[in-house]
């Protein structure tokens, strides 16, 4: 039985968000015990928003892996984040930590400028932080929540790519995270799914409108995966049963969303641009 068959999610809950991976049960998986890269991101230089953990960290090893330095931008998780850093540097590939607040437009301004003064160049840039609350009825979201969501899901992008545009040159690509939810909705995750979409929408405009100077912008949809974000907002209750609803009755593992983002980040997908990826289980949303 490989290791990314069903596990077992035993009851487990976070009082915190964002979510911390090391105290997750079991971890995520994040990287192939055998995986060895092709040099298909060979010197090339990544931000990755919310790569501390979860699908965050799989990129970015997945990158360093196809020997890319990264930049990793997160909220507060240090522990996860240093932990991410070994790994990377262990693989032998340069790491960058920054801490801050992705809806803050000077905090992105100040990233991506650290950015360049240490590894000099950029070519990719991984808008992928998030955030996720729950609530059953559209009563309950409150002004505070519908602002928070979008500032991180969607300005956090505006503010990473304005930032970024300038160093980004003929052949660089922007890959952005979306989510099943921006095509299917969820009831209880409206506020999310509605941002979700505006990502989608966001990675279609922005395409066209670089396309003209060679940088391609594409997207990844994920399906349900394990991920510091789960224990975070789902009740102990849930968590046993998550990801049982998709085709594949399961939910997915980090590990199994990076290469999506390896490939679009790399020139075997040089003939995409506003595309959107969907490693979701098997669902079939037509989009």
Known sequence: MSELDKQQFPKQ??????????????RPIYKKE????????????????????????????????????????YLNEHNDAEDTKKIIEKIGRRCL???????????CKKAV??????????????????EIHLQDSIEDISKEQLEKTFKTNVFSMFYMTKAAIRYLMSGSSIV??????AYQGDSTLIDYSASKGAV????????ANLVSKGIRVNGVAPGPIWTPFIPSFLSTEEIPNFGDNVAMG??????????????????????????????????????
Do not use: W
């Open 34 to 73: 055998t995986g060895i890269g092709c040099g298909k991101l060979k010197n090339k230089v990544a931000i990755i928003t919310g790569g501390d953990s979860g699908i965050g960290r799989a990129i970015a090893v997945a990158f360093a892996q196809e020997g890319a330095d990264v930049s990793i931008i």
């Open 13 to 26: 809950h976070q009082n915190h968000q964002p979510g911390i991976e090391s105290e997750m049960s079991p």
């Open 250 to 287: 399961r939910a997915g593992q980090p590990v199994e969303i990076a290469p999506s983002y390896v490939f679009l980040a790399s020139e075997d997908s040089s003939y995409m641009t506003g595309q959107i990826l969907h490693p979701n289980g098997g669902e079939i949303v037509n989009g």
């Open 176 to 181: 952005n995270t979306a989510s099943i939810a």
């Open 113 to 130: 400028k650290k950015t360049i003064d240490k590894f000099e160049h950029l070519h990719i840039l991984i808008n992928n932080a998030g």
């Open 97 to 107: 930590l920054i801490s801050g607040d992705v809806r803050n437009e000077n905090f």
């Open 200 to 207: 989608v929408s966001f990675t279609r405009a922005l395409s």
